[in-house]
């Protein structure tokens, strides 16, 4: 049979086209179906953290806590704050809680460091912008993890967040961590990180790191579905705040102040 | 049809040569770059998104303006913009690839690129906008070359492709939409939640898109026999006018709201961009030279007599494009991380492998606008150079 | 056909030169160079049989990223009861201590670059 140029390639277009609609249900299928703002499941856990900033003030120069996380996860330090990546830090409590402070606030509180870290919200706007669902929030205890070996580094999920909890791996990070922990693979250039709540530490029913590392006992780490938990108990007897509450993201990491 | 494409005169090939030259020598820089990381950027930990971002948002906006001659054309018969609505086309498909590759060469894994489509997520923006901006190249390739094609024979295009015209009217509407959903959705940065942003993008949009058809249309004119008539210009013109407008409205709308407000975390990123905070002022003087171009283009626009001379018309064109490309190409992105949601200013500029990557970006799109209009063109054999 | 010699002559060369690698791995020989793997320091058993992972260890890699990263499941038992991590770098490695002399004498015969080294960590490359 004969057949002109233009009659093949439309044979061939169509033909393209056809399989292309047929692999879609294929595709479609493997659309992730994690719900999204849990506020705990009836037999999961809801974990959260509580900082008593009382105890942390007026410990000078103690960064336990956070020499603790870097070195467990590998976190590069690059000596500069454009490339800088941190999980967990030092703000000061003007800019931690922003809309909280005011000018008359108790000296010590007002240039004390405030911690600050992911705060693993029930109602995370990063897990919402995120275009492969490489940052998600488990269900089985409302950690919003990451997957680095499936972030495209577009970094839509920093733009998002509120708290800039988020660092990206502007280059190579591999040079500049000072000491590596063998038992914690390290990230690659081009992928963005966050505290992940030490999930790998928790499934060895161990606490995070930082919790781990803070001399002064000021962190609590637990779940609050949990009626008996001990951060249950110190949110009910005592007063506490958290950051940008008004922005409807339902943080888990409390502040007593 | 694309064969045409490889034959041309001296000042075409020169022209295309220098586009290569500047194509090659952005895909350098962009070798290192992919070598190092991004930080070769002047990207940082505050401002994450800059000047590849912020392209990639202007240029959707040049590729959305193509309904502009599209939507009068085929949807009211306004049969004089017959002869430009295969440029608008052309102009989009450029913009749209440009689009692509400045989102490619901003992504910190950019072969993992495919997982987009391989675990789509349907709550993310950045899904449906890489579905709309994929769709609208395809579509503006199957209208230009049916449309093309069916002139180059002297027929009448087939009637299937009206309704694919008439669908790409609200595609582009909606391409523009998406990229602004990107932003207008974010409760961390208060400078772009705003319901005004994706008609502000629309408008500008609206205006910076057939600015750059009327230019090219006299570009045309002076360089080869395609003459695109006084009429349909002028009518672009009169669209620009009444686009740029409402730009410049909702710009005012969008400082009334939070300059009368004053709530602090709205103020502070229009503190930003008009007067500095601190010593970090970069941007200011851009944005008084965006300031000051718009409201001049406005002056010879809204004016008959500057509109109608052609020469204070390329003035007020190049006046509007250069006031929307600072205003969404350099100020919109940044100032929404300016300052950081803690509340901290960390300033932007751009690099200068970042800068040659996206003059070779800008030239690979411009060297695919050479291409397909050299098409058009000979398709209609109006290439040969006016003797003048 | 016109200039039908110099088309033919230019299939033929160019024939020649894309099937390079076929004739060029046929004539060194090097081909049959066929790397040998240094065997296991300790363990019984792999945690699949040797087959399998010869010709599926990736697979399995790649379950074992999901399960671990994106189910939270990071143990499981094996056939001996033994319940070890579903680890490249704590468990895989555990047994084969060498990396160069295991994981890399297959790869660079077959000229892939996996990277998965990029982040996760030889124990033996930090010494």
């Not at chain 2, 502009?68 to 498909?93: N, Q």
């Not at chain 2, 190049?318 to 949601?341: E, N, Q, R, T, Y």
Request: glycine share 6%.
């Amino acid at each position: 049979m004969s057949i002109n140029r233009r009659k093949f390639m439309k044979l061939t277009g169509l033909t393209a086209i056809g399989l292309a609609v047929g692999t879609t249900p294929k595709i479609c299928s493997g659309i992730s179906s994690r719900p999204q703002g849990l506020q705990g499941s009836e037999t999961g856990k809801r974990l959260a953290m509580v900082i008593d900033l009382r105890k942390c003030v007026g410990v000078g120069e103690c960064d336990d806590c956070i020499k603790a996380c870097h070195f467990s996860h590998n976190v590069p330090d690059f000596g500069n704050p454009k490339d800088e990546i941190k999980w967990i830090w030092k703000e000061s409590f003007e800019h931690a809680f922003h809309e909280q402070e005011h000018a008359y606030l108790d000296e010590s509180l007002k240039h004390a460091p405030a911690l600050v870290l992911c705060n693993h919200c029930d109602n995370p706007p990063c897990v919402r912008v995120c275009p492969t669902q490489a940052t998600w929030k488990r269900e089985k205890d409302g950690i919003v993890m990451m997957d680095w070996h499936r972030c495209i580094g577009c970094r839509y999920c920093i733009v998002a967040c509120p708290y800039g909890s988020r660092s990206f791996n502007w280059r190579d990070p591999r040079p500049f961590i000072k000491e590596i922990n063998p038992d914690f693979p390290t990230r690659t250039r081009g992928v963005v990180e966050k505290c992940t709540f030490c999930e790998e530490r928790l499934a060895r029913d161990l606490q995070p790191a930082c919790v781990d590392a803070c001399k002064e006992k000021a962190m609590f780490f637990g779940d609050l579905e949990d009626p008996g938990s001990e951060i249950r108990k110190l949110l009910s007897e005592n007063f506490s705040i958290r950051r940008k509450p008004g922005l409807g993201t339902q943080p888990e990491v409390y502040y007593i102040v | 049809m694309l064969e045409k494409a490889l034959s041309g005169d001296k000042r075409y090939w020169v022209w295309v040569f220098s586009l290569l030259v500047l194509i090659f020598i952005g895909f350098m820089f962009y070798l290192r770059q992919f070598g190092y990381g991004l930080g070769i950027t002047g990207l940082s930990r505050d401002v994450t998104w800059g000047f590849y971002i912020a392209q990639f948002t202007f240029l959707v906006g040049v590729a959305a303006s193509a309904v502009m001659v599209v939507l009068p054309y085929y949807l009211h018969d306004y049969k004089m913009f017959g002869k430009i609505t295969i440029l608008g086309e052309f102009l989009a498909i450029g913009s749209v690839i440009m689009c692509m590759t400045f989102i490619f060469v901003d992504m910190g894994q950019p072969f993992r690129i495919i997982n987009v489509f391989l675990y789509p997520t349907l709550h993310s923006m950045m899904f449906w906008d890489t579905v709309s901006l994929g769709g609208y190249l395809v579509l503006n390739i199957i209208i230009s070359r049916v449309t093309l094609n069916a002139e180059r024979m002297s027929i009448a295009p087939p009637r299937w492709i009206k309704p694919v015209i008439i669908l790409s009217i609200p595609w582009a509407v909606s391409i523009h939409t998406v990229t602004a959903f990107l932003y207008s959705g974010l409760a961390a940065r208060p400078f772009w939640l705003t319901a005004i942003l994706a008609p502000r993008f629309l408008a500008s949009a609206f205006s910076a898109g057939p600015v750059l058809l009327i230019l090219f249309c006299l570009i045309l004119r002076k360089l080869t026999k395609f003459d695109a008539g006084r009429e349909p210009v002028q009518k672009l013109a009169l669209i620009v006018t009444y686009a740029m407008a409402i730009n410049v409205f909702f710009i005012m709308m969008e400082l009334f709201t939070a300059i009368y407000s004053d709530i602090p975390h709205h103020v502070s990123h229009f503190e930003y961009l008009y007067f500095g905070l601190g010593d970090k002022a970069t941007l200011v003087p851009w944005m008084w030279t965006s300031s000051i171009l718009a409201v001049l283009s406005l002056i010879l626009l809204f004016n008959p007599g500057t509109r109608r001379n052609e020469s204070t018309l390329v003035i007020a064109c190049v006046a509007v494009f250069i006031s929307l490309w600072i205003d969404k190409g350099l100020a919109m992105v940044v100032a929404g991380f300016i300052p950081s949601p803690l509340g901290s200013v960390t300033e932007y500029w751009p690099t200068l492998p970042e800068f040659m990557i996206s003059v070779g970006i800008y030239a690979m799109g411009l060297l695919v606008v050479t291409g397909l209009y050299k098409i058009a063109l000979t398709v209609r054999g109006e290439y040969a150079a006016r003797v003048s | 056909m016109y200039d039908a010699g110099k088309i033919i002559i230019g299939l033929i060369i160019f024939f020649v030169l894309i099937t390079f690698p076929i004739w060029y791995n046929m004539a060194s020989g090097e081909a049959l160079d066929v790397p040998e793997l240094e065997k296991a320091a300790k363990g019984e058993q792999c945690v699949r049989d040797t087959d399998y992972m010869t010709t599926n260890h990736m697979d399995l890699l790649n379950e074992w990223r999901d399960q671990v990263v994106r189910d939270g499941e990071r143990y499981e038992t094996g056939p001996d009861g033994v319940t070890y991590e579903r680890s490249l770098s704590k468990t895989c490695l555990d047994c084969h201590v060498n990396k160069d002399k295991f994981c890399d004498r297959c790869h660079n015969y077959a000229a892939v670059d996996p990277y998965c080294w990029d982040c996760h960590i030889d124990s033996k490359e930090l010494q």
